[in-house]
């Protein structure tokens, strides 16, 4: 699979909304924005608490989406670009703004990935082709989740653990720093990904990210993985 392919089918990951106002500022029409999560900050109790869940989104999220407004204020090209474009084709952005771009752009999308991998009353186990694969690539489910858990202690300091459909089509995991993704450099397409940044467990777990990545596939939503599993692979 070719870097010019992944990068196009990586636009069905688009997540690119309408113009509209940012924190009910009025006269204030940015170029990107920040969605309400898909559930309660409570939803994901007792595995990720409501603290943190309203710090998470409503901080550092919402941090995310003003910088890279800011960034790309006044540039109709980039602000008219969906996000997935965007960080697509980073090397296209002008010098000045390519890291703001970078990660604040990669924050936004991470996390607005990251709030739809997750709900209310999921866990369980995957189902059909994604359990089949998953299975046939690293020997089982239980396996696959070891391996994803040892990415993300594995990653230092902060940054992400992927699941990815990579330039072969092929299931595999990565890590990323920081804000990065896959779609950045072209090396998948996400299927799953978990944030490692401490704000995503510090209230919760402290410093013990081995416990807070247990017990997140208590939330994680198979139906959505699956999903994305679906549209990677087309």
Known sequence: ??????????????????????NNEPGIIMAYE??????????????????????????HHAAYVANLNKAVAGN?????????????????????????VRNNGGGHWNHTFFWKLMGPKAGGAP??????????????????????????????????AWLVVNRSSKLEII??????????????LPVLGVDVWEHAYYLKYQNRRADYLKAWWNVVDWS???????AAKK
């Open 1 to 22: 699979m070719g870097l010019a392919l992944v990068r196009g089918m990586a636009f069905c990951y688009s997540y690119r909304p309408d113009k509209a106002e940012l």
């Open 34 to 59: 920040l969605a309400p999560l898909p559930y309660s900050k409570d939803a994901l109790e007792p595995h990720i608490d409501a603290a943190t869940m309203e710090i998470h989104h409503g901080k």
């Open 76 to 100: 109709a090209a980039l602000e008219n670009k969906p996000l997935d474009q965007l960080l697509a084709s980073l090397s296209t952005v002008p010098d000045n703004i390519r890291t703001a």
């Open 127 to 160: 189902t059909g082709a994604l359990a089949e694969d998953l299975t046939a690539t690293f020997g089982s489910v239980a396996g696959f989740q070891e391996k994803l858990e040892a990415a993300g202690l594995g990653r230092f300091g902060s940054g992400w």
């Open 175 to 188: 890590s990323t720093p920081n804000q990065d993704n896959p779609i950045m450099d072209g090396s998948g």
């Open 224 to 230: 959505a993985v699956a999903a994305n599993y679906a």
